[in-house]
């Protein structure tokens, strides 16, 4: 796990109350679960004054799109640096390569994770840099896979959109239950469940290859 909790209380500097705030929500959802969350309680662990927040954050929503944007920012970077790994392979290659760094990002952030796959909990629409990068990040998807089908690694004539839905479906799942705690019962035995994740990836992608041997 890569978000190891802080020290309780932290105070902040001058300039940086926005990024102190956002360090100790996390940190109260680490220790104590979603609902411990408030503006006032995240004000207390920054060690500013009740009222100091709330210009920056009016409501818990408000704060949790906040680290949702931290958390988006963070996973960018993270597939950004995977596909830029990986140019010399072929687009359906590559296209794995991007659901293995959502895997990877998301095991090691569990947090984060949560945070950013609960719509629920923040304001999605508000948020232009929420919105352009899964807008981002789905180009960047149908991209790869076009040219999967140019170069005959997928079937002419398959719809891309599908693909990219299952695509999203099999690594958010797995996502999903690695955060939830599953994979002590329904991993392989004897296997990580980064290793399994994986596995079951490359199983889904060499499945819908029309190119293999």
């Given at each position: 796990m890569t978000e190891p909790?802080?020290?309780?209380?932290?105070?902040?500097?001058?300039?940086?109350?926005?990024?102190?705030?956002?360090a100790a929500a996390l940190q109260l959802i680490e220790e104590d679960g979603l609902d411990a969350v408030t503006v006032r309680e995240a004000a207390k662990r920054a060690g500013v004054s009740p009222g100091a927040p709330f210009r920056h954050f009016p409501t818990k929503r408000a704060l949790l799109t906040?680290?949702?944007e931290q958390a988006q920012e963070r996973l960018g970077q993270e597939m950004a640096?995977?596909?830029?790994?990986?140019?010399?392979?072929d687009p359906l290659?590559?296209?794995a390569e991007t659901g293995a760094a959502y895997l990877r990002w998301a095991t090691r952030n569990p947090t984060h994770f949560r945070i950013i796959s609960s719509r629920r909990l923040i304001d999605f629409d508000s948020s232009p840099a929420l919105r352009e990068a899964n807008a981002g990040l789905r180009d960047r998807i149908t991209g790869l896979?076009?040219?999967?089908?140019?170069?005959?690694?997928l079937a002419a004539g398959t719809d891309i959109g599908h693909v990219r839905l299952a695509g999203r479906a099999?690594?958010?799942g797995l996502a999903r239950m690695a955060a939830d705690g599953h994979f002590p019962e329904w991993g392989v035995p004897g296997e990580s469940?980064?290793?399994?994740?994986?596995?079951?990836?490359?199983l889904v992608i060499g499945r819908i290859r029309t190119d293999g041997p």
């Open positions: 909790p802080g020290p309780t209380r932290r105070p902040y500097h001058h300039g940086h109350l926005r990024d102190a705030l956002i906040a680290v949702a640096a995977a596909l830029a790994a990986t140019g010399g392979l290659a590559r296209f896979l076009q040219d999967a089908v140019r170069q005959g690694q099999l690594v958010y469940a980064e290793r399994s994740m994986r596995a079951a990836l490359d």
